[in-house]
């Protein structure tokens, strides 16, 4: 129940990549036969990726992932345009991929206006318009929030941006699969995807780059990627993520309503049964397969340590905060104080999950809150 962290590969996926991890291991840049197979295959996979996207293929830049994808955009964007200004917008609850490189644009000279959410970890778009000055040449806004779940009014955002003039980079890792992703709909001009939310292998996503965006690459070297990312091909990811990309565009509304009613019963049934607990996040804007909930007097890690004893896989929110064991910056930023929000829980369900999971998770999760409660001074 942790498919924000990452999912399995469809076996679509993996029987599209195995080929590229055994005999047709050519580099694509080589001219003979080997690399030319190769080349083939990475240029079938843009195609595909940027169909799902409803992009050109000349639009899409592979990348180790959605990190990466944020960062180029990010600090791509922000290198290209320092003539004209220095000022970017982004929001509080960005995954750290946006995060820390706008803290690395501001040790360097740049401006950046973290935008505030509401209660339910959406921003206004009319503080988007009044964050915007002359100097700005850049907001970056995601389309889903990995925590909560909230979905943000993106093609509103979108549409203030290109009045004003400014790019438009839209994160939308927790998005493709999910939901429906096409740039032009959305009105991203950058735009971030990783391969493994989606079913697809890990260590591979794409930025999308609307044609004429001023942008320069961060990696040098030989030249791939028509010089936007220098290194050579990961073929085998490439593969993969074109299937899964090709599975994500053609199935995101039939997951969308496996998902749907189950995470509905997850969130009913846990509110239900278990007292002092509440649910984080937009009641009706937000991820169809997302619940993400905070259980007073008692620490969200402590509960996935007991779920885990239970066989059950779950994250008190991003994988970067649990690490840290720090509060998280997107629960904070939702105006929930700290000793709160270190009592999160999140549980996000994918293809492979069923009645008879929501079901064991609902035995069982009332138990666990209530002996960890009973060991709690808090509580
Ligand atoms: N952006 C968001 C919203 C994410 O949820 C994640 C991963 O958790 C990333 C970016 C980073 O993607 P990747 O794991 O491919 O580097």
């Not at 619940?291 to 007991?306: K, M, P, Q, S, V």
């Not at 700290?338 to 994918?350: F, I, K, M």
Request: hydrophobic fraction near 40%; aromatic fraction near 6%.
């Amino acid at each position: 129940m942790d498919h924000a962290a990452t999912t399995p590969l469809h076996p679509a996926v993996t029987e599209a990549m195995l080929p590229y991890l055994g005999e047709r291991f050519g580099n694509p840049s080589s001219v003979y036969t080997e690399g030319r197979e190769a080349r083939r295959a990475v240029e079938e996979a843009r195609a595909r990726v940027a169909g799902a996207l409803g992009a050109d293929p000349s639009e899409v830049f592979f990348t180790s992932g959605g990190t990466e994808a944020d960062n180029l955009a990010i600090i791509g964007v922000a290198r290209a345009l320092r003539e004209r200004g220095d000022h970017v917008v982004t929001t509080a609850v960005e995954h750290h991929a946006v995060l820390e490189p706008c803290r690395y644009l501001e040790k360097n000279g740049y401006r950046v206006t973290y935008l505030p959410v509401d209660g339910t970890g959406m921003v206004d778009p009319d503080e988007v318009r009044r964050a915007i000055t002359p100097g700005t040449i850049l907001v970056s806004v995601m389309h889903a929030n990995n925590e909560v779940g909230t979905i943000q009014p993106v093609e509103e955002i979108s549409t203030i941006c290109r009045e004003a003039g400014v790019y438009f980079h839209c994160d939308a890792v927790q998005t493709v699969g999910a939901l429906e992703v096409n740039v032009d709909r959305l009105g991203a001009d950058l735009l971030s995807v990783s391969a493994h939310k989606l079913y697809g292998p890990k260590g591979v996503g794409c930025l999308y780059v609307r044609r004429g965006t001023e942008i320069t690459s961060l990696i040098l070297g030989g030249g791939q990627e028509k010089g936007m990312r220098s290194g050579t091909e990961n073929v085998a990811g490439i593969v993969g993520f074109g299937v899964a990309m090709e599975l994500a565009a053609a199935e995101w509304r039939e997951r969308s309503e496996h998902v749907r009613p189950l995470r509905d019963r997850l969130v009913e049934g846990i509110l239900g049964s278990i007292p002092r607990s509440s649910l984080n996040g937009h009641p009706e804007r937000r991820l169809p397969n997302n619940a993400n909930f905070i259980f007073d007097f008692i620490e969200g890690e402590a509960i996935c340590l007991r779920l885990d004893f239970l066989g059950i896989a779950a994250s008190t929110g991003s994988a970067c905060s649990s690490e840290r064991g720090e509060a998280s910056h997107v629960l904070l930023a939702l105006g929930i104080p700290p000793e709160r929000a270190h009592g999160s829980l999140r549980l996000t369900l994918g293809r492979e999950n069923t009645e008879e999971d929501v079901d064991y998770l609902l035995e069982n999760l009332p138990r666990v809150v209530e002996d960890l409660r009973a060991m709690s001074p808090l509580a």
